[in-house]
């Protein structure tokens, strides 16, 4: 069982920074691959990056070269540096997890999530 809690939602002007971080539970951490999606009004929630056991990073084309996935294993700890925020950057944003199967990662499949940080970017 993984509970995860995120935090660093806030709102900002467009142009601006934020770093969201989520603090993970349980002893097995490093094992799961992890993820953040979002969500904004009106639309499917989207998963925004990735990173694998290994460190692997992917992102979504909206938000590349603008956006950074980390872990700290050691802490338990996803974070997401988000940069040039813009206001279609506005979501509600989740982290998720799921174990790795045979080493990979399957991300359409994520078996826990936090309850979600809101972003809000204003123009």
């Known amino acids: 069982q993984v509970q995860l809690v995120e935090s660093g939602g806030d709102s900002v002007q467009a142009g601006g920074s934020l770093r969201l971080s989520c603090a993970a539970s349980g002893h097995t951490y490093s094992t799961y691959c992890m993820a953040w999606f979002r969500q904004a009004p009106g639309k499917e929630r989207e998963r925004v990056a990735s990173i694998d056991l290994g460190g692997i990073t992917t992102y979504a084309d909206s938000v590349k070269g603008r956006f950074t996935i980390s872990r700290d294993n050691a802490k338990n700890s996803l974070y997401l540096q988000m940069n040039s925020l813009k206001p279609e950057d506005t979501a509600m944003y989740y982290c998720?997890?799921?174990?790795?199967?045979?080493?990979?990662?399957?991300?359409?499949?994520?078996?826990?999530w936090g309850k979600g940080t809101l972003v809000t970017i204003s123009s």
């Open positions: 998720a997890a799921v174990a790795a199967y045979l080493g990979r990662c399957y991300y359409y499949a994520m078996t826990y």
